[in-house]
């Protein structure tokens, strides 16, 4: 056991299908769109990953047009993440499941210090042909995550598990 050195910053976030909703969903239905209302009280970093049923994970933020892997987080804004209407270089996210109900875990990973986004791969496409985001394996993901909270104490990992259903 160890003592903390540092209280976590207390970040607030929202997960959503509609840009007006205030209230967090758990469930999605095939169509909905994604968005992440998201704010804290200090300066830092934020990724965010979906991963699916068959282990991939999905790196929804930074977006596909980043070059730097990082995405910065200014404190006391709020932001509203996978919406163009609010931010015109975002990336704009469709859930579709091809089962009558699939389960998605969704990482929201914060941190006051820099970190960049795991070494990913292009996403190809879904089975209905849309493309998908930059991708690596769920072993990768883990092994990067764990990596990143070893040597960042500070670093916040939320999970939130999503429902999608046809």
Known sequence: ARSLSQQKTDIRYVVINNLHDRDSRSIFYDGDDLFLRFSSPVSGYLCVYLVDEQQNAFCLLPY??????????EANRDYMLFSAATTPQADEYVLTCEKSVEQNALFIIF????????NDNDGGFNWREEPLPRQLSYVDFIQWLTRNQTRDRNMIVRKELLSIKR
């Open 64 to 73: 596909q047009s980043s070059t730097t892997g990082l995405y910065p987080i």
């Open 111 to 118: 941190s006051p210090n820099a970190f960049t986004k795991a």
